[in-house]
């Protein structure tokens, strides 16, 4: 069925260390593979996405990786700082029918 | 330029009443969807609109539970009567043109609702 897993739950990492967050999809027509980030109290807004024809996309310090054979994509955020703490939601659209959200990762980033 | 607006930001009823949260999408984006997110369930897509037309509505959990597109510029959720157990932070979101699921969507700061 739909589904849309998502690891880890919680992380935490020190100022100006690497974070990942990895999501696997199960429908392998999938092609669209967006990451948004929650604030507390607003909406999810689009940070980075992916299509399927590519394997890598970078904009500054994030950086999204795309493994289509696995069924897989990751957030990669290098330098991290204390404004990139917040909920990180990935998606992915199922049978061009619906747009599932994976569970969503709590990112704490200490100084 | 404007984002998705939604109103009321917070709403708290009492079980029974009816409520309604309102939606204005981006300027021409052509799909609407209304989302709703729990902590048990997480984001959830309830409905889209295409043009003003609804598209599929099979993430409505109830008949209690109706959505109206009428122009372009505004949409509505309807929950009557209204529970508890439908509370929860309710989001309205648009994107552009094109193949429906394979663009960015533009989420509103949503509609905190609690049921009382």
């Known amino acids: 069925g739909e589904n849309v897993e998502q690891h880890p739950s919680t992380l935490s990492v020190q100022e100006g260390d690497s974070a990942v967050i990895k999501c696997t999809y199960s429908d392998s027509a999938s092609n669209y593979f967006p990451w948004y980030k929650q604030e507390l109290g607003k909406g999810p807004q689009l940070i980075i996405d992916?299509?399927?024809?590519?394997g890598e996309k970078k904009d500054q310090r994030i950086a999204v990786t795309l493994n289509k054979t696995a069924k897989h994509f990751s957030l990669h955020i290098t330098e991290t700082q204390p404004e990139d703490s917040a909920v990180y939601f990935c998606a992915a659209p199922f049978y061009g029918q619906n747009f599932v959200f994976g569970p969503g990762t709590r990112l704490s980033v200490l100084p | 330029d404007a984002g998705v607006i939604q109103s009321p930001r917070h709403e708290v009823t009492e079980m029974g009443q009816e409520v309604t949260l309102r939606c204005k999408p981006i300027?021409?984006?052509?799909?609407l969807f209304w989302y709703r997110q729990t902590m048990m369930r997480g984001l959830e897509l309830l409905i889209y609109f295409n043009n003003n037309v609804p598209i599929d509505d099979s993430g409505m959990p109830e008949d209690r539970f109706s959505a109206k597109m009428p122009n372009a510029s505004f949409s509505t959720l309807k929950i009557q009567p209204s529970e508890p157990r439908d509370s929860a932070v309710y989001f309205c979101?648009?994107?552009?043109?094109?193949?429906?699921?394979?663009?960015?969507?533009?989420f509103g700061d949503g509609t905190r609702l609690s049921i009382l």
């Open positions: 979101a648009s994107s552009l043109p094109g193949q429906v699921f394979n663009q960015p969507q533009h």
């Open positions: 300027s021409g984006h052509d799909y």
């Open positions: 992916i299509r399927s024809n590519v």
